[in-house]
């Protein structure tokens, strides 16, 4: 078990009693602005004339901090929400970063605290202190001069591993006696540490990302994704309003054919390892695609930066070898089961620790597929089946079928994949809805392989449908947002916030 850092009691300054949840944010952001501004201005400082900040001062670089106190009188309150309620009275804190960017979240979760448990909000000055890097936007501010990162660690604070963890998250936090309890899954620190990490592999701003994300594993469907933006952007109906890409290019309503064609060939995405492209709209409803590569280790990657922003759903929609002989190329599999063979996750969601398939989610995936196909009945049945899938680490683990058989026989697996398994076990891990709607692109079992030739006309063929699929099924979870957030992914012993 590992023992919490040091906590709000321990370190905090300023405390001060707010009144609403919307003052407490404000409060929030000023103590942050300031703290920022007081770090950047002290190393601007020291790169101009190499005066370091005195020990008064770097008390000033700390994240402001939230704390929620719950008393009840009389009988508890129960609530049927799956969050922004608590498990037992006491104190509730957490750091916290980028508060005006995370306000509608913050709000969302403060204001029932509030108004159905009566708790009481406090908002000072964090132990924790910024990393220097944090409060730079692109970081070659940092590059001038012959001043050294090692040199500026010396007199401001940087960023330390050991400080960044997941132990809210795994539940493996030893509680202090006195001490308050988490507040949220994810603290400053960690928000920090994920949201750069989020710009470095997507290649595109963290305020870009939507909170309804697909996730795939081939660049075919981010043609067909950018073109179905595009395509949102001529019509006076649609909610969408821009589409972002890798490198900071954007396209808005009322731009030529010319002038978009020439941005989306001048994105830099293949120097990112996992680009990112999101299509905007108001009122957090709009879609984020990361196109994740092969593999789990880049699903769990991705993963756990994008879980720090809290998104609504995350849906993996790629492509899967079928494994049963009465299967087709292109017939689509709706994963209710895994069989994690990742490895990547043992340690932290045991593979003995059931994954539940959300009822919300495969819904949506399955009307979804009826809407789009245009298929009912049994002849939706017919291209599409639910069953397990089995998510392996090895591409090519048909070379050991001899040893995979019996185990793939006793799971009833009807799929295989690299990548869905981990990013339903992180959905579980990180409290984020998931789900899994591959197509099959291959039956490596009925030798039917991918050769180029077949593989080009079903890509052409089946890669436009199975993404209208996957953002059909958006669409109806965003419909019906409250019921989505399940109480599956919640233990007996939760932080407050979602």
């Not at 001069?145 to 660690?153: D, I, K, N, R, Y």
């Not at 928000?191 to 081939?218: C, E, K, M």
Request: proline share 7%; net charge negative; with cysteine.
């Amino acid at each position: 078990m590992t023992t919490l850092p040091p906590s709000a009691h321990a370190g905090t300054l300023n405390r001060e009693r707010i009144a609403t949840p919307e003052a407490a944010v404000d409060r929030l952001e000023e103590l942050y602005a300031e703290a920022t501004g007081a770090l950047r201005d002290a190393v601007e400082r020291y790169l101009e004339t190499g005066v370091a900040p005195d020990e008064s001062q770097r008390i000033r670089f700390r994240y402001p901090e939230l704390s929620v106190t719950y008393q009840p009188e009389g009988v508890p309150v129960a609530s049927r929400r799956a969050f922004a309620k608590f498990s037992v009275p006491g104190v509730y804190t957490t750091t916290v970063t980028q508060p005006a960017a995370f306000r509608t979240y913050l709000l969302e979760q403060l204001r029932p605290l509030v108004s159905e448990f009566g708790a009481e909000i406090e908002v000072g000055v964090g132990p924790q202190e910024i990393p220097y890097p944090y409060v730079f936007e692109r970081g070659d501010e940092l590059g001038r001069g012959a001043v050294t990162a090692a040199e500026l660690a010396r007199f401001f604070p940087t960023p330390q591993l050991a400080a960044v963890g997941d132990e809210i998250a795994d539940g493996t936090f030893d509680l202090r006696d006195g001490e308050p309890r988490p507040l949220a899954l994810f603290d400053a620190v960690r928000v920090d540490y994920s949201l750069r990490r989020f710009v470095h592999y997507t290649g595109t701003d963290w305020r870009s990302a939507q909170p309804w994300i697909l996730l795939t594993n081939y660049h075919r469907y981010v043609d067909q994704f950018l073109r179905w933006g595009i395509e949102q952007l001529s019509d006076p109906a649609s909610p969408y309003d821009s589409v972002l890409l890798p490198g900071g290019g954007k396209i808005v309503r009322g731009m030529d054919a010319e002038a978009v064609e020439a941005i989306v060939a001048a994105s830099p995405w293949h120097r990112f390892q996992m680009p990112a492209y999101h299509v905007t709209a108001p009122g957090n409803r709009g879609v984020t695609l990361v196109n994740i590569g092969v593999g789990p280790s880049n699903a769990k990657n991705i993963t756990d930066h994008l879980a720090v922003l809290r998104p609504h759903a995350w849906l993996m929609v790629g492509h899967c070898g079928g494994l049963r002989q009465s299967q087709l190329i292109g017939d689509y599999v709706l994963a209710h089961g895994y069989l994690r063979q990742d490895r990547i996750l043992d340690s932290l969601v045991p593979t003995d620790m059931p994954i539940p398939a959300l009822a919300e989610v495969q819904v949506a995936l399955q009307e979804a597929a009826a809407q789009v196909t245009g298929d009912r009945g049994e002849a939706l049945k017919r291209r599409l089946r639910t069953g397990t899938v089995v998510t392996n680490d090895d591409r090519n683990w048909e070379l050991r079928w001899s040893q995979e058989r019996k185990r793939i026989n006793l799971s009833r697996a009807i799929a295989v994949d690299m990548e869905s398994g981990t990013i339903a076990a992180q959905g579980f891990r990180l409290r984020v809805p998931y789900g899994t709607l591959l197509c099959v692109s291959d039956k490596p079992l009925h030798g039917e392989i991918k050769l180029p030739g077949a593989a080009n006309a079903f890509y052409e063929r089946a890669v436009s449908e199975h993404l209208k699929i996957g953002l059909a099924a958006l669409d109806h979870l965003r419909a019906n947002r409250e019921g989505l957030h399940s109480r599956k992914l919640r233990s007996f012993d939760e932080p407050p916030f979602r």
